[in-house]
């Protein structure tokens, strides 16, 4: 594993530098893309990912973004394809193929107990349905979905950062498809954790809380 320490040391050593971050990252896929340990497959899987989210980003290349992101779903590693899949979904919705990303985004969600992955894909799919004007029956029974995973997180997460993301976004499903007043008791939890919530979480919950 020797080649692919030395390609993760030449990534992390670009980590201020984009561009050759992403230069890193393609060296990376081109050497070990091939390579069947588990190790390799995560660590392409991850650079593919990767490119992907800076293609997009950066290179506003919404087609080029779209194939790396099927490549990194089609490796099928547990930790990074699902992220890959649901951003490849956002891509297919951005073309207008709202079908699609509906189809995919809902094999990010499996069955029992939701991960984090699977919330995420839930809120999206919640944002895809009525963007694409869905059922009404089919957006409230995605949004009920949407509740009770990122309620089961939020129960499950220790006070702090994760927690107040996974509370705020459980108020903002409760403000689009659930209680007004769930909402509004989520948000000023959140507020209540202080800067242990994360900066960015904690002005969103104030700035969302002033509109109740």
């Known amino acids: 594993m020797a080649d692919l320490r030395s390609l993760q040391n030449d990534i992390t050593r670009a980590a201020d530098n984009p561009a050759a971050a992403a230069t890193a990252r393609r060296r990376l896929v081109d050497a ?26 950066a290179g506003k290349d919404l087609d080029g ?15 990074w394809s699902p992220l890959a899949r649901t951003s490849w979904a ?13 189809f995919e985004l809902r094999k990010v969600i499996p069955p029992g107990a939701p991960t984090p992955a699977a919330a995420t894909a839930l809120v999206l799919l919640c944002q895809v349905l009525r963007d694409m004007k869905a059922k ?8 009920k979905e949407r509740i009770t995973a990122l309620e089961q997180l939020v129960a499950g997460a220790p006070p702090g950062a994760d927690r107040a993301h996974w509370q705020f976004l459980l108020a903002v499903a409760h403000r689009e498809g659930g209680s007004r007043a769930e909402c ?23 700035d969302l809380l002033k509109g109740m």
């Open 32 to 57: 070990l893309d091939a390579d069947p340990s588990p190790e390799a497959h995560a660590a392409v899987a991850e650079a593919l990912y990767r490119l992907g989210v800076t293609t997009l980003l």
């Open 136 to 143: 009404p029956s089919e957006i409230e029974k995605a949004d």
């Open 184 to 206: 509004k008791k989520h948000l000023q939890e959140v507020v209540a954790l202080g800067k242990a919530a994360g900066d960015p979480t904690l002005a969103a919950a104030r």
């Open 90 to 102: 956002l891509t297919m919705h951005a073309k207008g193929k709202h079908q699609q990303a509906v």
């Open 65 to 79: 973004a779209m194939e790396l992101f099927k490549r990194a779903v089609e490796k099928k590693q547990a930790e």
